[in-house]
């Protein structure tokens, strides 16, 4: 039975008057009703409010799997509230079935459609006429479509033109379909007017990416011009699931290296990863595009009146189908004509140079007979001086001499000439930075796959320490939020790490620095997760128990995906089974991401971990560093700030400013809340990094934190101090008490 309790709540009563439902209005009425309104919303509100618009309740903030003309697609931004459809699991039984839609409110909003955790289809964002990916029509003539977004609302409504018809959408999950059903009246039925997805074309990334489907083409899977087949084994028997990779590389922003091509009549690719920004021009967006190497595309975001905004797209270009209507334009960027013609007139010389070739092999055969004998005397002195230790490596990277090892075979030694050549004799223009470690370079091995090198610096015996432990460690871990490590170089004096390379760099540079306009909130909590991941895998998933010991921002880095990769193991620590806490009297690490047992006793655990996350947590979602400028509260860190701003009520102040429009107050509030839990002055207070992940994951509640305990130069506190005016450094250095590093 359907009835109004006595709190004003809409509940549904079982025959023994037990509450089964209720609608969990928030508001209490003084005289409450309910309405069934034509528009075939229920609605709860006060009978003395004189605006009746002002629901306390209302069925249209909960649907299941039919859409209404006035209802809302997508998410209230202030509440948290994501309107998601779900079909029923058949036509007699209303339970959830697997295929439901939503409004992705990324920085480029649009609507996905999923069977189970499966993206299934896409619309396309919404271009100012229509979502970009549909496929029938510029215009509909049932249905007027309306799309808002501000910073209260992300959402798409539509309603009928013609009043009088009666019309809905149904998520069927028999058919995997959204129908578009009209009401005959001389039929006295319901008819199918249009669905979706409507042809092959229109399931996710039918293609791969940079694959282009193409109807009435054999096979309807193309490359896009500039790109060639990732497998064409594969591609040969119809299977396009690897996509499309570019059939010459270029260097990013060289000279007759690359440029952009117009297309026309493309879906716009998935923007999951991509940044907009509504007030720019194209030629604008054309520049900003073409100074980020990571950039792959552009395109006006708004189609109407010659085309307005920028959309840049930041990792392959995935979903693209041919549409038969030609007013959408994107900009995808590729190697240089100009490129192609100098391979071409290379290969006219083939002739010139073989013969050079064969005139000078007998030079070449005498030239390595000489360089085998050096290379083999060298290698002799190079025994003498440091066999053990080079053996010591090498045995480590194979990962033969402990127990824990996870089976990473595809780790290899490389010789020192290839590193050589990848890196271009170890150029400056290839130079990344440089750590206490030693510097890192990036390179490029001649089947293309680019690298990451890190090389040993000579003068630096904590380097080698450091090296040796990371060998050891990252020979025995694999996870996708670890950087993978392809293998070593160790030749004579030459010690080096060869990693994957992260094209985005790490994790600093985006939320510190000028790039930080390019994260909203989706990619930040992404990012986030991904962290807590890769550190519950470090802490209990893999067969080692390891404490990272130096995680801070620098330490993370992205992918082209934006996918975070836990980085540097150089500090790291083994612990046994039973082993809980170690201690040292090298307290080495990064000021600012240490938690205060370690600071200040040399103590380490996990919790020492969870600490340094709590500090990270809060940098990604404010976008200042804990040891930054003075803050607005005046506090002495980001973890005081923070703390205050929870105390006064008002959390949500910490949130970065350029995440205003797009992020999601629960998710920014819980992440905030579970910081500072991690950030607790005692390590038995804070959660380990399963509960982190679990939390991270759900909308349970939460316990309330404690004082945080954190450090200022080198006096520990605890709480906010109101007379403290001492201003914190903005230099975010590597110390430690006894040893420099």
């Known amino acids: 039975m359907l009835s109004i309790n006595t709190e004003g709540h809409l509940v549904l009563l079982s025959h023994d008057e037990t509450v089964v439902w209720s609608a969990n209005s928030t508001i209490k009425a003084l005289s409450p009703i309910v309405q069934l309104l034509g528009s075939g919303n229920l609605v709860l509100r006060d009978g003395k409010d004189q605006k009746p618009q002002n629901y306390l309740w209302q069925s249209f903030d909960h649907p299941s799997d039919t859409i209404l003309p006035g209802m809302k697609f997508g998410w209230d931004l202030r509440t948290g509230l994501n309107r998601r459809y779900t079909a029923w699991k058949n036509w007699d039984d209303p339970s959830y079935g697997d295929f439901s839609a939503e409004l992705v409110p990324h920085n480029y909003p649009d609507i996905v459609g999923w069977l189970g955790r499966t993206e299934y289809m896409r619309s396309g964002p919404w271009n100012g006429v229509r979502y970009s990916g549909a496929s029938h029509a510029t215009s509909n003539p049932l249905y007027k479509i309306k799309f808002v977004r501000n910073k209260d609302e992300v959402y798409s409504e539509h309603t009928l033109i013609n009043e009088s018809l009666i019309a809905r959408f149904v998520f069927n999950q028999t058919l995997y379909s ?25 399931r996710y990334n039918r ?53 952009f091509v117009k297309f026309s009549g493309l879906k716009l690719p998935d923007t999951t990863y991509s940044w907009v920004n509504t007030s720019m021009t194209l030629e604008e967006c054309k520049a900003k595009c073409w100074e980020n190497c990571s950039c792959n595309a552009y395109s006006n975001s708004d189609i109407r009146e010659g085309g307005s905004g920028c959309v840049l797209w930041f990792s392959d270009l995935v979903d693209i189908r041919q549409l038969p209507f030609n007013d959408q334009h994107i900009y995808i960027r590729l190697a240089s004509p100009e490129t192609a013609e100098h391979d071409e007139a290379n290969g006219n010389k083939t002739k010139v140079i073989a013969a050079t070739v064969t005139t000078v092999l007998a030079v070449v055969m005498l030239l390595t007979v000489f360089y085998i004998y050096i290379r083999r005397r060298n290698s002799i002195a190079n025994k003498e001086e440091g066999s053990d230790g080079n053996m010591e490596l090498k045995t480590l990277i194979a990962g033969n001499n402990e127990e824990g090892y996870e089976g990473n075979m595809e780790q290899r030694i490389y010789d020192l000439a290839v590193i050589v050549n990848a890196t271009n004799n170890f150029s400056l223009e290839n130079k990344l930075g440089e750590g206490g470690f030693g510097p890192v370079y990036r390179g490029m091995l001649v089947d293309g796959q680019e690298i990451a090198v890190k090389r040993l610096s000579q003068s630096s015996s904590q380097g080698l320490s450091e090296f040796k432990n990371e060998v050891r460690l990252c020979a025995r871990l694999q996870h996708r939020n670890l950087v993978k490590v392809h293998g070593c170089c160790i030749q004579g004096e030459e010690k080096m790490l060869i ?10 540079s985006f939320i510190f620095g000028s790039e930080s306009k390019l994260l909203d909130w989706s990619k930040r909590f992404h990012i986030i997760r991904g962290i807590a991941r890769g550190l519950m895998y470090l802490h209990q998933d893999s067969r080692l128990k390891i404490v990272h010991r130096d995680l801070k921002a620098s330490n993370i880095l992205l992918d082209d995906e934006l996918n975070p990769k836990i980085s540097d193991f150089g500090l790291a620590r083994i612990f046994g089974g039973d082993q809980n806490e170690d201690k040292t009297k090298q307290i080495i690490g990064t000021f600012g991401y240490m938690a205060p047992e370690y600071a200040i006793h040399g103590l380490f655990s996990v919790k020492s971990d969870v600490f340094s996350f709590g500090v990270l947590l809060l940098e990604i979602v404010s976008g200042k560093k804990n040891r930054g400028p003075i803050l607005p509260s005046r506090s002495v860190n980001l973890i005081g700030h923070a703390w205050r701003l929870w105390n006064e009520g008002v959390p949500l102040k910490l949130a970065n400013e350029h995440l205003e429009r797009s992020y999601i107050e629960s998710e920014v509030l819980r992440c905030i809340h579970i910081g500072l839990l991690c950030l607790q002055y005692h390590a038995d207070d804070r959660p380990d990094m399963t509960s982190v992940v679990i939390m991270l994951n759900s909308e349970g509640v939460l316990p309330e934190p404690k004082e945080p305990g954190f450090l200022l130069e080198n006096i520990l506190v605890r709480g906010e101090s109101s007379n403290n005016n001492t201003t914190p450094s903005s230099n975010e250095v590597s110390i430690t008490l006894l040893e420099a590093r």
Do not use: H
């Open 178 to 202: 959204l129908l578009d059903i009209l009401w005959s009246e001389n039929d006295q039925r319901w008819m199918t007017y249009s669905f979706a997805p409507m042809d092959n074309c229109d």
């Open 499 to 508: 990693y994957e390379y992260m094209r985005n760099k790490s994790l600093d």
């Open 207 to 259: 293609c791969g990416p940079n694959g282009n489907c193409v109807l009435g083409e054999t096979p309807i899977c193309q490359c896009l011009p500039g790109f060639l087949p990732k497998s064409p084994r594969n591609w040969n028997v119809l299977d396009w699931a690897e996509g499309c990779i570019r059939n010459k590389s270029w260097s990013c922003k060289g000279k007759n290296s690359d440029y």
